[in-house]
């Protein structure tokens, strides 16, 4: 499979823990975004990387979220000290970058934060 | 004002209709346009992209861009119930940066 792949697809964690997602994007793409998605509504910008310059950050994205995409392959989202309003499904995407379309996006890493 | 608006639906049509779904945007810099299908609890599947204004065509599937009036559509011609899914607009500007989407259209297509 040479698509996006997220892990794990599901996550079921208690108020205060930390959790990490991790992302492979597709091959060669140097373009990686991490977006959110909440029932109901369409998928949001949280941050993105070109190789490994993470070069735009969303404000939606406190100082709880980080995320990272060492030697520009994969990429990690880290939630500290999970809240309820963060359950959601976090959806990462990769694109070729040499046009500025064509997100291609991986099944989605879904939180429940209980 | 959101950048992107698009009816949430839900929209239900009978096997063999021609759907047409539609979103538009307030932001004149949007240049990119792009249609998403989403299956419930899926990721969004990319059908349709779209660079300034005109046509495009895709088997059963069209998409429209009316930069003027800041109106984007996708149709589906000769729909079939395994199109049942949300569909998404998404748009970005020339920095390509960051995609705006809309909150979706539900699709339900009855046998």
């Known amino acids: 499979d040479t698509g996006v792949s997220q892990d794990p697809r599901h996550k079921i964690t208690k108020r205060g823990q930390n959790v990490t997602f991790r992302c492979d994007p597709i091959?060669?793409?140097?373009?990686l975004y991490w977006y959110r998605q909440t029932l109901g509504q369409g998928p949001e910008f949280l941050t993105y990387?070109?190789?490994?310059?993470?070069?735009?950050k969303s404000r939606l994205l406190s100082d709880r979220f980080s995320a990272e995409r060492p030697k520009g392959s994969f990429s990690t989202l880290e939630i500290q000290r999970t809240e309820q309003g963060d359950s959601a499904m976090y959806l990462c995407?990769?694109?070729?970058?040499?046009?500025?379309?064509?997100?291609?996006f991986g099944e989605g890493s879904r939180l429940t934060v209980l | 004002q959101k950048e992107v608006e698009q009816d949430p639906g839900p929209l239900s049509v009978p096997e063999g209709a021609i759907v047409s779904l539609n979103c538009t945007y307030s932001?004149?810099?949007?240049?990119?346009f792009m249609w998403y299908r989403q299956y419930s609890r899926k990721g969004p599947e990319l059908l349709m992209y779209?660079?300034?204004?005109g046509n495009k065509e895709d088997g059963r599937f069209t998409a429209q861009v009316d930069k003027s009036s800041k109106y984007i559509s996708l149709f589906i011609r000769d729909s079939q119930p395994s199109d049942s899914a949300t569909y998404l607009c998404?748009?970005?500007?020339?920095?390509?940066?960051?995609?705006?989407f809309g909150t979706g259209t539900s699709l339900t297509v009855i046998p």
């Open positions: 995407a990769s694109s070729p970058g040499v046009s500025f379309g064509e997100l291609f």
């Open positions: 091959s060669e793409h140097n373009r």
């Open positions: 990387f070109q190789n490994e310059a993470q070069l735009e």
């Open positions: 932001n004149s810099a949007f240049q990119y």
């Open positions: 779209t660079y300034s204004s």
């Open positions: 998404a748009m970005s500007a020339n920095t390509g940066n960051q995609f705006y």
